[in-house]
């Protein structure tokens, strides 16, 4: 874990600023205990953006009175937006006016624990840099009473773990919310999509994979934040019945490959931006992680000269490569991410390849059928 260095302040080097985005539409019940979250922050290096998604209850007149009450300071700025335009046009608009190399998306509805941002910047200064963090969260109700002390889609159980590469071929997701993550500015910058195309709900659906792809992430197994579970949340509007996961309607979710295919397409729109970032091999395996054997066979035809460098028989290497993760792609999640153990004072070695996770499933069957034996669990993992 990251500690901070006081021969960096002998030099002038300051603590990084982190831009908070409140997002908010007719959450004006709520919205002034978000903003007091945020001033309570023991990382004292933030400023925050309100942006008012044309809220039609009284969040003008709360927000109003709010910034003009004592201690609100230079530190808040209010953007209202004439029209609708959903989660992502609103972070869009709130990004425009972020000074910070760190920023974070917090819905209106939701609160910070008071070590939310000290917590994230230590795991982000640490000895690996990635595209974002993701802490877990309670769960409250729409009076701020505590009904749950886990987000169940996040899946650092206990450990914090480093997120590597994926498969985006199907849905997963193995974060907290919005509110639970902090990102790199220069990530987003890179992955938000042109104007016109837009996410009105789930827009961290995209916003999260697709800086998973670009720059990985890491769990944080502690509970810094609270999610709200009020009844009208846009998609998580289900009720906490118990021991399932029914946090969200998915009939209200876009589909999975919507946000797949508007990947594929700002990586090929933005080719130019991306490649001296990955080179065109290292766009070829990110696109070999998006798109499908249809898709990816289109791609190659109609941009052959961006990918010339990378030689030819590049639709068989992409078989071959899909092919070699198989079993990884299907493995449990907790095989998968690596554990950081301490948390960021030593860094895990690579996940293991593929290949050796099948071999170690052979091994454990061929095992089991001559031998009746078991392997251990940590050999099954990682397949030695």
Known sequence: ????????????????????????????????????SVRGQTYTAWECIVVDDASTDDTHEVLTAYLAGPGSGAAFRYVRREGNGGQMEAFRDGLTLAGGPFVMMLDADDVLLPDFLETHMAVHLGTKAVAF????????????????????????????????????QKTWWIWATASSMVFRR?????ILPDPGVSFPICADYYIAHFCQQVGNSILIPTIHGCYRRHGENNFSANPLVGAINALGDV?????????????????LAHYDRFKPIFGPQGLLVMLYRLARYDEMRRILTEHADKFAPCGRGLLRRYVRFRLTRFAYDRSP????????????????????????????RLRQRLGTFFAGTQPTP??????S
């Open 1 to 36: 874990m990251f500690a901070w260095d006081p021969r960096l302040e002998a030099v002038g080097v300051g603590r990084p600023l982190v831009s908070i985005i409140v997002t908010s539409h007719n959450y004006a019940r709520f919205i002034v205990a978000c903003l007091e």
């Open 133 to 168: 963090t993701s802490s877990n969260q309670y769960q409250i109700d729409a009076a701020g009473t505590v009904i749950g002390g886990d987000h169940p889609d996040h899946l650092a159980k206990g450990f914090y773990r480093y997120v590597p590469q994926q498969v985006f």
């Open 186 to 190: 220069a990530t987003l910058d890179l």
């Open 251 to 267: 009939a209200k979710h876009p589909p999975h490959d919507v946000f797949r295919r508007a990947m594929i397409a700002h990586v």
């Open 333 to 360: 999640f907790d095989a998968r991410l690596m554990v950081i153990d301490p948390p960021q004072t030593a860094f895990v070695p690579p996940p293991p390849v593929p290949g050796r996770i099948w071999l170690g």
């Open 378 to 383: 940590e050999a099954c993992r990682h397949g």
